[in-house]
């Protein structure tokens, strides 16, 4: 069974970049038809996919970040890494990584991290 653990700052200032690592246990980030996403909730509102990254390492992003957004991977770590460049205060939310066999699949979930932007 994949496992998911998120992991970041916790606390990050307006205009800088949110870094957040989710380190994946159980299976190998590479394993054929795996896609790994981040998807995160602004308090109070619904959840909002952000982008994924794929088996084969190829990305896909939501469109609506206009590209703020990257996401890596360190397949010998069995990680993947979001970074969020130029944060607003509308970046705070808690920080899900997410998996399943589908760009839009999410069959295992990371128990998220909280992040706020602050001066």
């Known amino acids: 069974q994949v496992q998911l653990q998120e992991s970041g700052p916790g606390l990050v200032k307006p205009s800088q970049t949110l870094s957040l690592t989710c380190t994946v246990s159980?299976?190998?980030?590479?394993?054929?038809?795996?896609?790994w996403s981040w998807i995160r909730q602004p308090p109070g509102k619904g959840l909002e996919w952000m982008g994924a990254?794929?088996?084969?390492?190829?990305?896909y992003y939501n469109p609506s970040l206009k590209s703020r957004a990257s996401i890596t991977r360190n397949t010998s770590k069995k990680q993947f890494t979001l970074q969020l460049s130029s944060v607003t205060p509308e970046a705070e939310a808690v920080y899900y990584c997410?998996?399943?066999?589908?760009?839009?699949?999410?069959?295992?979930w990371g128990q998220g991290t909280q992040d706020t932007v602050s001066p």
């Open positions: 997410s998996s399943g066999r589908g760009w839009f699949i999410f069959d295992y």
């Open positions: 159980g299976y190998s980030i590479t394993t054929d038809y795996y896609y």
């Open positions: 990254i794929a088996y084969s390492g190829i990305t």
